[in-house]
């Protein structure tokens, strides 16, 4: 089975400071993956997928890009964070037809 | 693209009565996944239910169930004899059977459950 591994779980850092949030897979090789946001009270917003190692998608133009260096990790990362990249995000990575499988999600707070 | 309706944002029931949650979608595809998926508190994302499009015969799992209108793009979650444990945000979301294999979600119901 397929286990989403994300960290940290809570996170608050200072406008202009750098991002870095990893992500990784556990019992599947190749997945697809995912970053979503969740903002408060709303619902996920899909961010990037990755179909493969150094192949990123980007669904959103923002402040924020995505890589992945090995097949089981991708990371979400940021030069420089806006007020308006807080919120709840999450990694998922497609198991098979029947859905993805999903992180336990950090909580990103943008001072 | 795929879009994703939920036009309930938030609902109330009692405990162990029936509440019906709506979802609309829309796409041009003709195979394709349908979810439901419960976040608690928590804010773990937990498979509900799955509906695969080419059956016609609705997905039940022990006390929810769909109501899957392939041609009028409806997928409906019925929970029956609701628990305090079903309290949560419900999302009902569409997965593409392309190679991105892309889950869309809808903004979600607030289901609270009193007693």
């Known amino acids: 089975s397929q286990t989403i591994h994300q960290w940290p779980a809570t996170l608050v850092q200072p406008v202009g400071s750098p991002l870095s949030l990893e992500c990784t897979v556990e019992?599947?090789?190749?997945?697809?993956l995912y970053w979503y946001r969740q903002a408060a009270g709303r619902g996920l917003q899909l961010l990037f997928y990755?179909?493969?190692?150094?192949?990123i998608s980007s669904e959103v133009p923002q402040n924020l890009s995505a890589s992945r260096p090995q097949d089981r990790q991708f990371i979400l990362s940021s030069k420089k964070l806006l007020l308006s990249d807080s919120g709840f995000y999450l990694c998922?990575?497609?198991?098979?037809?029947?859905?993805?499988?999903f992180g336990s999600g950090t909580r990103l707070t943008v001072v | 693209a795929q879009t994703v309706t939920q036009s309930q944002p938030e609902m109330s029931v009692q405990e162990a009565e029936t509440v019906t949650l709506s979802c609309t979608y829309d796409?041009?595809?003709?195979?394709?996944?349908l979810f439901w998926y419960k976040q608690p508190p928590s804010r773990q994302m937990i498979l509900v239910i799955r509906?695969?499009?080419?059956?016609?015969q609705n997905a039940t799992e022990n006390r929810f169930s769909v109501n899957f209108q392939k041609a009028a793009k409806s997928f409906s979650l019925k929970i029956s004899d609701s628990q305090l444990g079903d309290t949560a945000m419900y999302f009902c979301?569409?997965?593409?059977?392309?190679?991105?294999?892309?889950?869309?979600f809808g903004t979600g119901t607030r289901l609270q459950v009193t007693l």
């Open positions: 998922a990575g497609r198991r098979d037809v029947r859905g993805y499988t």
């Open positions: 019992g599947t090789s190749n997945p697809n």
């Open positions: 990755s179909v493969g190692i150094g192949q």
């Open positions: 796409t041009s595809e003709n195979n394709y996944y």
């Open positions: 509906q695969e499009a080419y059956k016609q």
């Open positions: 979301a569409f997965l593409d059977t392309g190679t991105a294999s892309k889950l869309t």
